[in-house]
């Protein structure tokens, strides 16, 4: 376990107020320094992020500060991607935070370094409460792919593995999360690939201002994303339930409840709901039928028995 290294690829944009607790909780890792870098890309911050990274990469020559023009975070994450030299991968996200035993779990996960992924559990933080993410242990690959976390940054990814698949981050695109990982489910054989850390060893902060709480007209590049990952399997036939699930679950769960129905003005929501039922109906018109739906849930309750036109009157009231 000891000969493993790692690379951590950091995006840095505008995040002054968290950045020193974040690097702090990097800094104090357990894990063997020596095999350790941690890559700071800087997205063209115009606050105090750049002259923080400064200070901790003089304090740690295993730290690295890069930075480029804004590009966003994608851009930030496929350019660290090209700097890393570490047998694994992991993309942090710079205003969340860790235990000091993070990289040590993960690695501890990846079997001697035989799994291509390792899933970690981690702890949603909002101002007034903790909620709790078990990373799940799946029987088969299927399972994974509908149970997993949709996320890169609590993913140990084997980098050569990585690199073959060209898989990159969509740059300048919402939901680059989705695409990554979709995508990178489809180059894996079994899941015996996949590793699993149950130590909570990741603080995710919930910000209000992050953009998943903030209308943009690009709430609709979630459909040029679903496409890119439905021509992605064209040439074979996995997961076709599995994502058919997933998109159909995310598009009226998440995307209709907690952001279209809350769009101040009626006609974006109309507009929107307009493409939520016809990308649906082109592409998953049986999607009631869908055998994930079986499994009891309050989620799935909802799905299964909500008509159309309740969808579109909870969206719209």
Same mark, same amino acid.
């Given at each position: ?27 104090n890792q357990t894990y063997p320094k020596e095999l350790t870098e941690i890559i700071l890309v800087d997205d063209g911050s115009t606050d105090d992020s ?11 020559p295993h730290f690295t500060y890069l930075k480029q023009a804004n590009a966003g975070q994608s851009a930030a994450r496929n350019y660290g991607l090209t ?8 993309? %942090?996200?710079? !205003?969340?935070? =860790?235990?000091?035993? +993070?990289?040590?779990? *993960?690695?501890?996960? #990846?079997?001697? &370094? ?59 695109? %919402?939901?680059? !999360?989705?695409? =990554?990982?979709?995508? +990178?489910?489809?180059? *894996?054989?079994?899941? #015996?690939?996949? &590793? ?14 992050s953009t998943i709480y903030t209308y943009s007209e690009k709430l609709t590049d979630i459909f040029w994303i679903y496409q890119d990952i439905l021509q ?23 995307? %209709? ?61």
């Open positions: 376990m000891n000969k493993i290294t790692i690379s951590v690829v950091m995006p840095i944009y505008n995040v002054a107020p968290y950045l020193k607790q974040c690097l702090t909780s990097l800094q750049a002259a923080i990274c400064q200070a901790f990469v003089q304090q740690n700097q890393a030299k570490g047998q694994y991968v992991l993309f %942090l996200d710079s !205003d969340d935070w =860790f235990e000091p035993d +993070l990289l040590k779990h *993960l690695v501890s996960a #990846s079997a001697a &370094g035989t799994k291509k992924l390792v899933e970690a559990s981690f702890t949603w933080e909002f101002s007034d409460h903790q909620s709790f993410y078990q990373a799940p242990r799946c029987s088969d690959l299927a399972h994974f792919v509908v149970h997993a976390h949709v996320v890169p940054w609590n993913k140990l990814i084997d980098r050569q593995w990585l690199l073959k698949t060209k898989i990159l981050f969509p740059e300048g695109r %919402l939901y680059e !999360d989705q695409d =990554f990982f979709f995508k +990178l489910m489809g180059n *894996l054989k079994d899941i #015996s690939e996949v &590793g699993i850390s149950q130590a909570s060893d990741i603080h995710y902060r919930q910000r209000g201002g992605y399997y064209q040439k074979n036939d996995r997961f076709q339930k599995e994502l058919e699930y997933r998109f159909t679950r995310n598009l009226l769960g998440n995307i %209709l409840l907690r952001q279209v129905r809350h769009f101040p003005q009626k006609a974006q929501k109309e507009y929107l709901l307009k493409l939520i039922f016809t990308f649906i109906q082109q592409n998953f018109p049986a999607w009631k039928h869908n055998p994930y739906l079986k499994e009891r849930s309050a989620v799935n309750w909802y799905l299964k028995l909500t008509p159309n036109w309740l969808f579109k009157f909870i969206a719209l009231h």
